[in-house]
């Protein structure tokens, strides 16, 4: 069993509240263990004062987390892994409703007290699986890239909103139809 550590781990955020996206870098425990590429590290101070607030609101919250194992000096990646975590405070038990998802596996169900333990349930990677070890085995220097993302809006969605802005103004007009039918 190899230990390697990459001297940089890449962690991208981009809220759905910030036009611009922050990269930080950081250090990570990478591992080759039987079976794959585990990764250790917390992303958990990412998230801002008003996405922290967002989970308070009652409205599900979903925060995505993607890794990339790469080769140095190669932009394609040699093994991904990822997981999702939807959120809801339920107003009325006044707990955290988490339905966490790893890739390829079954979703689980989950109650947390504070929005603590739902930080480190959802940012907090301990001997978190990404991909195949068979892929790096051989590699003399890899490193992670991480994609982690509150509330990202699917391609499809992405396409709608830019066809209802890109629609002339004289097409649809508010003031002679209704929203409701």
Known sequence: MK??????????????????????????????????????????????????????????QRVVAQHFVYEAGRGVPLAVGGHSCKVVFDLWQGVYRVEYEQLGKAPTALAFRSKGEVLDRCLVMRSFPV??????EHKKKIYVGSLIELNPLSNSTVARIRRWLSRPRGEYNVESKSFFG
Request: no cysteine; charged share 15%; proline share 2%.
């Open 3 to 60: 230990r390697l550590v990459a001297a940089l781990g890449l962690l991208l955020i981009a809220s759905a509240a910030l036009a611009e996206a922050a990269i930080n870098a950081r250090r990570m425990g990478i591992q080759l263990r039987q079976g794959g590429v585990t990764i250790t590290y917390s992303a958990a101070d990412l998230l801002q004062k008003g996405a922290l607030t967002k989970l308070d609101s009652g409205l599900p």
């Open 131 to 136: 991909g195949d070890g068979s892929a790096v």
